[in-house]
């Protein structure tokens, strides 16, 4: 391997060590034993020294990583980079779990190309796709993005960028609100010095902007984030973004008691559900007019409406958190019929399905029917 090679690929392996190691939690004596000193060693993963592909291979293989160890042309990094970039784009804009699920696989095929040239990039895309898939945040979620955090002086400005984006969206899920509100702020100073982020790359922003003020009550800048998120899809015929976008203006103009500017806002969406035939999103479009409803008292829509979510919906867990509001809703109306009634429903669906354990709303379907059954 020529020099120049040699340390464009260390600058992500020595990192790619470190991290490994930490994941499964082994000391570096216990890893660098029969190899190399643990001084050695922890210049190899600070990126202070270049190691002989002998000792790097015997530190991968103990960690069980030998894959990574691959040799990288010269136009390595500038290719991977549009890649990356590419498959980044594809994830966010399809607004499709499946589309997302196949591009998480095919990065991590390919991960030891994308180590060995463009570390920081591929595991901020790999973080955020990993927490929009589960749709919360884990341990082992907290663990890489610590590892970042503590890079961050060493990114270029778009992975500054994107890791300052996951930093809201981690915080967001995490109830640390005021973390997210923090460097939301500072991104909004600091948008001009972000250099290579796309047009569509702002939009996005802007819409986990609006969702993080949302969250903290802010409603007017969180109506002045969501506009300039829908001026840019509606432009670009980005339909589906577009319906999320609607959904999240309806949520803020209900929380403002703007109870007719929401139900409108919440028509437009389900127009263009039906329009383009993005069913998969109906279903969350009638939940929220059902807890519209409800919380205007207007009890027989609201019901109708939930209805609705739970035959318009595909994923179990989600038809079982619609079901849970209409049950709590029969509660507050002493309907204690229906409430068995749907108990029943609920426990028998996710019988049919063999998820009980997988799924919290099981326990609180039985507890309802224990108690209102008076079993």
Not at 22 to 51: A, R
Not at 96 to 116: C, D, G, M, S, V
Not at 178 to 196: G, N
Not at 226 to 235: A, C
Request: proline share 1%; net charge negative.
């Amino acid at each position: 391997m020529h020099l120049c090679d040699r340390q464009r690929y260390f600058m992500g392996i020595g990192k790619a060590i470190y991290n490994e190691r930490k994941k499964i939690g082994m000391k570096q004596i216990y890893l660098c034993k029969d190899i190399c000193t643990p001084s050695y060693l922890s210049k190899i993963e600070n990126e202070t020294v270049i190691p002989s592909e002998e000792i790097l291979l015997l530190l991968l293989k103990k960690l069980g990583r030998e894959d990574l160890l691959l040799i990288t042309n010269e136009d390595s990094t500038i290719e991977n980079t549009e890649i990356l970039k590419n498959y980044y784009k594809d994830a966010i804009l399809s607004k499709n779990r499946e589309t997302t699920q196949a591009i998480i696989n095919n990065l991590k095929e390919n991960e030891a190309h994308y180590i060995q040239t463009n570390y920081y990039l591929y595991s901020l895309i790999c973080l955020r796709l990993a927490i929009m898939q589960h749709n919360s945040v884990n341990h082992n979620l907290y663990t890489q993005l610590n590892l970042l955090q503590k890079d961050k002086e060493k990114m270029d400005d778009y992975s500054s960028f994107l890791l300052n984006l996951v930093e809201v969206i981690f915080y967001y899920h995490h109830s640390e609100i005021y973390k997210a509100i923090e460097i939301v702020e500072k991104m909004s100073r600091d948008m001009t010095l972000f250099k290579d982020v796309e047009e569509w790359e702002i939009a996005d922003y802007y819409y986990i902007q609006a969702i993080v003020y949302a969250k903290n009550k802010q409603y007017v800048l969180a109506l002045q984030s969501i506009k300039k998120t829908i001026n840019f899809f509606s432009h670009n015929l980005y339909i589906k973004n577009l319906i999320d976008c609607y959904i999240l203006l309806g949520v803020i103009y209900k929380n403002n008691s703007s109870y007719q500017k929401a139900a409108d806002t919440y028509q437009i969406a389900l127009d263009y559900c039906l329009q383009n035939n993005y069913v998969e999103k109906t279903g969350i479009i009638y939940h929220n007019l059902a807890s519209l409803y409800r919380k205007q008292e207007n009890y027989e829509q609201s019901i109708n409406c939930y209805k609705e979510s739970i035959v318009s919906k595909s994923e179990l867990f989600d038809i079982t958190f619609s079901m849970v509001d209409l049950i709590e809703l029969f509660i507050r109306l002493k309907m204690k019929s229906e409430v068995i009634n749907w108990t029943c429903k609920g426990i028998n669906l996710i019988d049919d399905s063999n998820f009980k354990s997988e799924n919290k709303y099981y326990y609180i379907f039985n507890l309802y029917f224990q108690f209102y059954s008076g079993d």
